[in-house]
T-cell receptor, first 112, second 113 residues
């Protein structure tokens, strides 16, 4: 049972490049989330999907787009990467709102 | 919206001592409060959670208390061990259909042998 799988694990981009971070879960969870983690800032929500077919903005959505491709997959896209988007990105999922969120291993993204 | 404050930001204890981390939240409608442990370079992992219909929950050396009136909750770790060294995050989830967790900024706990 893999849980939450994120790809890639590491990525270096140049300013202005685009890329998509992939996330898939095999726990039949309804809700999925994208967070970014910066030193001293905790985990900040970028976007989330409460259920298949819906997406909503979180605390820091600017510069990002998301797609809930199906119940299993939730991708995060950076259309034009900026150095301020250098961070560790975590995907998470949960079955119901009062159940624990399960996190992936993260994607370490550096933008030069 | 919900706001969660966590204190202290760093905590250093001797092995065998107890550690306490405190969080306050702003939305009285919040009803679910998880705690996550994150070791260096790893994913956050749930260690304990509490719902608003109980005041305390224990799991071996870890306990969480909730004071709904004062809107704060705390993590207590007894008989600390070096492997407890990590960053701990509290979080709160608002009732009313919101699917979001709001996290505190984290506490770096160091347990000295």
């Amino acid at each position: 049972n893999a849980g939450v799988t994120q790809t890639p694990k590491f990525q270096v981009l140049k300013t202005g490049q685009s890329m998509t971070l992939q996330c898939a879960q095999d726990m039949n969870h309804n809700s999925m989330y994208w967070y970014r983690q910066d030193p001293g800032m905790g985990l900040r929500l970028i976007y989330y999907s409460a259920s298949e077919g819906t997406t909503d903005k979180g605390e820091v959505p600017n510069g990002y787009n998301v797609s809930r491709l199906n119940k299993r997959e939730f991708s995060l896209r950076l259309e034009s990467a900026a150095p301020s988007q250098t961070s560790v990105y975590f995907c998470a999922s949960t079955m119901e709102y009062d159940q624990p969120q399960h996190f992936g291993d993260g994607t370490r993204l550096s933008i030069l | 919206g919900e706001n969660v404050e966590q204190h202290p930001s760093t905590l250093s204890v001797q092995e065998g001592d107890s550690a306490v981390i405190k969080c306050t939240y702003s939305d009285s409608a919040s009803n679910y409060f998880p705690w996550y442990k994150q070791e260096l370079g790893k994913r956050p992992q749930l260690i304990i959670d509490i719902r608003s219909n109980v005041g305390e929950k224990k799991d071996q050396r870890i306990a969480v208390t909730l004071n709904k009136t004062a809107k704060h909750f705390s993590l207590h770790i007894t008989e600390t061990q070096p492997e407890d060294s990590a960053v701990y995050f509290c979080a709160a989830r608002t009732q009313g259909g919101s699917e979001k967790l709001v996290f505190g900024k984290g506490t770096k706990l160091t347990v000295n042998p």
